[in-house]
């Protein structure tokens, strides 16, 4: 059994730009390193994620999104890059428990045994976008929000079992 969480205290901002402006902007603002390809880098209540070869995505806490939105734009201004905090046009769950890689297998086109640490995985799940990574005792999954009800319902789904060996990680 794996158990499915709405997380509702995440704040989220999306950057685009040149990766080397934007991770400038992010390490003195956050203090994360600037992240590896599909990886995420992590100091205290912040992450940051790649999401494509101009993107990051910042997450903190949901009180500090648009403080941090608008330190991040002030230090970006002389630039050209975009920072729109999303934190209300997305959505959260938490995949947890012994099987939380056999359940989110079954949704999502990702070999989760290889899936290592602070791996991000932009991709789908069934039918729509979404993006995951591992927090070590349970995956993270963002979708946008016009979709989160269709994602909640198959994630709830697909945890309830059965987990065919071949989907445990």
Sequence with gaps: MSEITRVTDLGMITLRGDLATLSGAVEAATGCDAPDTRMMTASGDFRCLWMSPDELLVTCRRDDASELARRLSAALSDGFA????VTDARA????????????????????????????????????VAAACWDEGDRYRV??????????EAALRNAARGPFPAAFRA
């Design 142 to 151: 963002v979708c946008f929000r016009s979709v989160q009800d269709y994602v």
């Design 82 to 85: 975009t920072v729109a905090e």
């Design 92 to 127: 959260v769950f938490d995949v947890s428990g012994p099987h939380r890689a056999a359940a989110l297998a079954k949704l999502m086109p990702v070999d989760f045994a290889a899936l290592a640490e602070a791996e991000v995985r932009r991709t789908r799940l069934a039918q």
